[in-house]
């Protein structure tokens, strides 16, 4: 069973492996059962069910999109025995265009790999036009 100081450490981990780039690192931190309900109205908004999907259908997207994916730390909002609130700061930029946002992230937890996830934009309609032009 996972304790919140156990959640907390391996969220913590896997926030540092984000942090300095390593999205191979990231990625295995997530279940394969995974599902992601990604917050907005834009070409990336929608639920993705399963590790697979969310790495092809959300991450491999928006790092062809994209020429910068910056992960610039968090800010621990809620810890609860069924997962943790965090506020996430990232940037992305293509070409001369650029968007930074904080983005609140639920995170479920469950044998040792992030199961759930709900993610949404403070700045959602702009994160939205930055990734307008993605299909």
Not at 26 to 39: Q, R
Request: proline share 1%; charged share 25%.
């Amino acid at each position: 069973m996972m304790t919140v100081e156990s959640t907390l450490s391996l969220l913590k981990a896997y926030h540092e492996a984000w942090e300095r780039g390593d999205q191979e690192a990231g990625i295995a931190f997530f279940a394969d059962e995974l599902v992601v309900h990604m917050g907005g109205d834009g070409p990336l908004a929608g639920v993705y069910t399963g590790r697979d999907s969310f790495v092809r259908d959300w991450i491999g997207r928006v790092a062809d999109y994209t020429d910068v994916w910056e992960v610039n730390g968090n800010d621990t909002l809620l810890v609860g025995d069924d997962g943790v609130l965090l506020l996430v700061h990232e940037t992305w930029a293509r070409g001369d265009r650029s968007v930074t946002t904080k983005r609140l992230g639920y995170y479920r937890v469950a044998g040792g790999k992030i199961v759930e996830c709900y993610f949404s934009d403070m700045n959602q309609p702009e994160v939205d036009a930055f990734f307008g032009g993605l299909t």
